[in-house]
């Protein structure tokens, strides 16, 4: 066969010369993985996932995260697939090939000047304010900014008021009763049934200051907790979980994720708007405000429309605690 000039090629003949590191070039194409299991996260600990195979909190397995994820933030309460070793037998290890898109997200950052978010819980659907009315006192700022969060985050805001054995709740239900949330009172000698009913069934993120009574509530909602955060640390070595958040199923039905005790709640990434958003009439008033309205009123914001929407069909104490609660975020509030 004589030597063939280039109009006798075709795309047979092509040839791709190997890289330096394999003999044939790398594929962008990434297996869709339509077998993984789907798990929610539970923990997470050092590079390594605790993950419970349906939401079953009796088939739990350790993952990490596939490369081709890279650095795709997982947290705990995310939905996931995994695949691999999912027997969860000791000493095996599966991978985190996927995670489902979120529906809520409770996100802080360190301060109001941090650019940096930290996402602590995903998929939860009610935030649990835990605050107690003494031993420590009370703190209407950290309360405001915890609904904050809440609101701009997708999650139903629950207020928990403990060691109503101490000092009467009165007072603080009558400032929270405008906004619609369930306010439940707790006391160290009771338990906690009526809490334990709006918890049932759902994922629900517990947050509160060291002291409040947080850690004794977890206990009383899940008796089991004690054994189940053990169990999840020996996963990261037994490091204690109030280092991290960790998501205890409850009896019957249910998750309850339990943070660590937090010092601060950091707003930077909220806006004003993320907050209106949540309070369906002011939001559509809101749109009625001149530009940058910053929706305070009084000397802040004279023309704000929201004064006029609230004095017809709106509720003007709803209004009070709106803007208490943008004041918060914009760091006008008392602690």
């Known amino acids: 066969m004589g030597k063939r000039g280039w109009r006798d090629l075709d795309e047979s003949d092509v040839r791709v010369r190997p890289g330096r590191s394999g003999s044939r070039p790398r594929s962008k194409q990434r297996p869709k993985h339509a077998d993984a299991a789907e798990a929610m996260v539970i923990a997470v600990d050092r590079g390594r996932w605790t993950c419970a ?128 949330m369930p306010i439940v009172v707790t006391s160290l000698d009771e338990d906690p049934e009526a809490l334990r009913e709006l918890l049932t069934d759902r994922v629900s993120a517990l947050v509160g200051h060291s002291g409040v009574g947080k850690s004794t509530l977890v206990n009383r909602l899940v008796p089991a907790a004690e054994r189940a955060t053990g169990e999840v640390s020996g996963v990261g070595k037994g490091r204690h979980t109030s280092t991290s958040a960790v998501a205890l199923p409850m009896p019957g039905r249910g998750w309850v994720v339990d943070t660590p005790g937090i010092r601060s709640f950091g707003l930077a990434h909220i806006t004003a708007d993320d907050i209106i958003a949540a309070f369906e009439g002011f939001a559509e008033a809101a749109e009625e405000c001149p530009p940058n309205c910053g929706h305070l009123g009084g000397e802040d914001d004279p023309d704000c429309h929201l004064d006029t929407y609230a004095a017809g069909d709106g509720d003007a104490d709803q209004l009070v605690s709106l803007r208490r609660l943008l004041r918060s975020r914009a760091g006008l509030a008392e602690d």
Do not use: H
Not at 72 to 80: A, E, L, N, W
């Open 53 to 180: 195979l349906d939401g079953d909190p009796a088939r739990v397995v350790t993952a990490m995260r596939a490369r081709e994820l890279g650095r795709t933030p997982v947290v705990v309460g995310d939905r996931v697939g995994v695949v691999g070793d999912v027997s969860g037998k000791p000493d095996t290890l599966a991978r985190i090939v996927r995670v489902t898109e979120r529906t809520s997200v409770l996100r802080r950052t360190a301060d109001d000047t941090d650019p940096y978010e930290r996402v602590v819980v995903a998929n939860a659907e009610q935030l649990l304010i835990v605050t107690a009315l003494a031993d420590p006192p009370p703190r209407t700022g950290f309360i405001d900014r915890c609904l904050v969060a809440a609101y701009a985050g997708g999650l139903e805001p629950v207020l928990c008021l403990t060691k109503a054995d101490l000092a009467e709740p009165g007072d603080w239900i009558a400032t929270y009763s405008s906004l619609d």
